[in-house]
């Protein structure tokens, strides 16, 4: 057994970092209905980690993140980097406002469902104000029903790895004993 | 199976020319107010990111394209081109849309061009850009590995072996990088003003036709 | 463990999701037909404008143009090449269903919210 000491944090946080930028290279890949529609994939390690680590480190995870998408996808100065940024940054602070708050009442699903709700509302009043106008309230229904149901997969398959990853055990240990 | 695309801008510009060159298109994307000059920076924009061996999905973007236009006509503006009965199609919301969309897709070739996953991050955190990377390129390279059917198992697998919990050695980082030229040549500096100019010159021409 | 552990609050994101996607599509609908539009008819067609942005229009007719104008949600004739100008005299329209008329140079404007009232008006 490792000691527990042993793991570094900052290169943590760069391996999870990129954990989310595979993640963000699978999401683009992936077919959308609607086709500016960020699915929240690529939010994975947010979700899996939101107990382990703080509210910065997690802020940093997001950020790279983020850049990175943009650096790796060249997307950085369009839209699409605009709409990651909000999406991921409105989804991270409302995870980890209800789970410091509601720990204990909800879920690792109920806390991607509260930051799928949280991104995909922020990406409707960009879709509205800066890509579609007043008519993209009418597709609000469906970006929110969608990334609903991917908040649900996403909590869920967080929830499963937490409980039966042996690597996710040996790093969580190793946190914690810091 | 894909071929590799052949990414040219490399060989004449560093990462920071490559940056320096969007700009040209980008800011004139931002400020056109017409849509012929607009069609003509889509077009620059379009050839650059295929220089730059950048994949382009032509089925999203004009899906893109025709939600955006969509949407735009559904605020009618100007003269009335074509009445559905439950909607009045009109010239200027059509022109709206297609300029915003013209615009928006631009911005994106013009990003694809001129961003470039070797373009060097200052201090801490371009050395924490550089560790990304490197376990990024291992993942993927790792990524057949996981399976549907034990999906926890495989990725745990994945994970120890990009990360292991059980030691503290370092990733080395990604030999990609050494491929790309990092210095900028007084040839990738003319690219440059060239790409400027003719986004100049789009504009100009674009604004004076429209008068 | 293959099956979802839910517990008691995990409803309430779901249903707040639901009922803020039903009121998107109910606000959607109600921006897209309550915005009040400026209707005008002249012999080079039809054309419309949103009552919520300020602007100038230039209306051709036979006689030759009517300055139509747009500002703070009201619109009216600002000039006209008519005799007794009558059509700038019918001031300031800003409810639905008022209208105004260069009937010499052939211009109307009307201001409605969809498309039922042109419809209606027409007939």
């Given at each position: 057994m490792p000691s527990p000491n042993k793991i570094p944090r900052e290169k943590l946080l760069a391996f999870l970092s990129a954990l989310g930028l595979f993640f963000a290279v699978i999401e683009y890949l992936l077919p959308k209905p609607?086709?500016?529609?960020?699915?929240?994939?690529?939010n994975l390690p947010l979700v899996l980690m939101i107990d382990v680590l703080s509210f910065r480190e997690l802020a940093i995870l997001a950020g790279v993140k983020v850049l990175g998408q943009g650096l790796i996808n060249g997307?950085?100065?369009?839209y699409v980097f605009l709409f990651s940024t909000v999406g991921t940054f409105s989804s991270l602070v409302t995870m980890v406002g209800v789970h410091r708050l509601f720990r204990h009442r909800l879920s690792l699903i109920g806390v991607s469902l509260w930051g799928a709700l949280a991104s995909n509302l922020a990406q409707l009043l960009l879709s509205v104000f800066i890509?579609?106008?007043?008519?993209?309230w009418m597709i609000g229904p469906l970006i929110l029903t969608l990334g609903g149901v991917t908040g649900f997969l996403i909590g869920w398959f967080a929830q499963m790895f937490q409980a039966r990853s042996v690597w996710f055990q040996r790093v969580r240990h190793a946190l914690q004993a810091n | 199976m894909h071929s590799k695309r052949i990414d040219h801008l490399a060989a004449w510009l560093s990462p920071l020319q490559r940056l320096m060159m969007m700009l040209g298109p980008l800011l004139a994307l931002v400020v056109v107010d017409n849509l012929v000059p607009a069609l003509g920076l889509l077009f620059l924009t379009w050839v650059l990111a295929q220089m730059a061996g950048k994949r382009v999905n032509l089925f999203y973007f004009t899906l893109l394209a025709l939600s955006i236009v969509g949407f735009a006509l559904l605020n009618p503006m100007g003269r009335?081109?074509?009445?559905l009965g439950w909607l009045r199609l009109t010239q200027g919301a059509l022109e709206e849309g297609l300029l915003k969309a013209t615009r928006l897709i631009g911005m994106v070739f013009a990003s694809l061009a001129g961003?470039?996953?070797?373009?060097r991050l200052p201090g801490r955190l371009g050395r924490f850009w550089a560790l990304v990377l490197s376990y990024y390129e291992s993942l993927l390279n790792l990524?057949?590995?996981?399976?549907?059917?034990h999906w926890v198992e495989s990725l745990d697998e994945v994970f120890e072996e990009v990360f292991p919990t059980n030691s503290s050695n370092p990733n080395e980082p990604?030999?990609?990088?050494?491929?790309?030229?990092h210095h900028p040549g007084w040839a990738g500096w003319l690219v440059v003003l060239m790409v400027w100019g003719m986004s100049l010159v789009i504009l100009i021409w674009g604004g004076s036709l429209s008068r | 463990m293959n099956v979802p552990q839910l517990k008691?609050?995990?409803l309430f994101p779901m249903l707040l999701t639901l009922g803020v996607g039903l009121g998107t599509l109910a606000y959607g609908y109600w921006q897209m037909g309550g915005t009040p539009r400026l209707e005008i008819q002249t012999p080079e067609g039809q054309f419309v404008f949103p009552m919520n942005a300020d602007r100038y229009f230039e209306a051709r007719g036979p006689l030759g143009t009517s300055l139509i104008k747009i500002e703070n949600g009201q619109a009216w004739?600002?000039?006209?090449?008519?005799?007794?100008k009558i059509c700038i005299q019918m001031g300031h329209q800003h409810h639905v269903g008022q209208w105004a008329a260069c009937l010499p140079n052939r211009i109307l404007l009307r201001i409605t919210a969809n498309q039922e009232d042109v419809d209606a008006i027409s007939q």
């Open positions: 609607v086709p500016f529609m960020r699915l929240g994939i690529s997307t950085l100065a369009s890509l579609l106008g007043q008519g993209a | 009335v081109i074509w009445d961003i470039h996953r070797a373009l990524r057949k590995r996981v399976t549907v059917k990604s030999k990609e990088e050494a491929s790309i030229t | 008691g609050w995990d004739f600002e000039s006209s090449p008519c005799q007794n």
